[in-house]
C-alpha cells in the first residue's frame, strides 16, 4: 500500500492529466449522445462538438489544476489542440497497422493506441502546451 502511493505520488502529474482526460471524454461521450438524440443532430457533427467540448475541458483544468499555467492561454490552447491531432493521427496509423495489416482484434489494438496516445500526448504537452 505504502509503495502504491509513493507511485502515485511522484506521478501526480501524469495521474492527474488521465483522470483530467477521463473528465473530458466523458463530457465528450455525454455531449455526443444529448446532441444524436435529443437534438437529432448528424453523428459526424455531434462527434466534432463532443470532442471540441471534451478538448476545451480537459485543456482549461490541466491549465488550472495540473500545470498552473495562467499566460498565453489562447497559444497554449492552439497547441494543445495541435498534439491532441497528433494523437488522433498516431491512433489512425496504429489501428491502420495493427488491425489492417497485423490482424490484432480491434479492440486490442485500440487499448494499445489509448497506452500510446496518452503518453505521446502527456508528454508533447508538458514539454510544448504546458512549458513554464
Not at 502529474?13 to 443532430?41: K, N
Request: with cysteine; proline share 1%.
Amino acid at each position: 500500500m505504502k509503495a502504491a502511493l509513493l507511485w502515485l505520488e511522484t506521478r501526480r502529474q501524469f495521474v492527474l492529466y488521465c483522470v483530467i482526460g477521463a473528465s473530458g471524454a466523458t463530457l465528450d461521450f455525454l455531449v455526443y449522445a444529448l446532441l444524436v438524440r435529443e437534438a437529432q443532430l448528424h453523428y459526424e457533427i455531434a462527434n466534432a462538438i463532443g470532442y471540441a467540448s471534451g478538448t476545451v475541458l480537459s485543456f482549461f483544468l490541466n491549465a488550472h489544476f495540473n500545470f498552473k499555467i495562467r499566460d498565453a492561454l489562447p497559444l497554449r490552447f492552439l497547441s494543445f489542440c495541435g498534439v491532441g491531432l497528433l494523437g488522433l493521427a498516431m491512433s489512425v496509423g496504429i489501428l491502420f497497422l495493427t488491425v489492417g495489416h497485423l490482424g490484432w482484434d480491434k479492440y486490442l489494438a485500440k487499448l494499445v493506441t489509448i497506452v500510446a496516445v496518452v503518453l505521446l500526448q502527456y508528454n508533447l504537452n508538458r514539454l510544448i502546451s504546458f512549458k513554464k
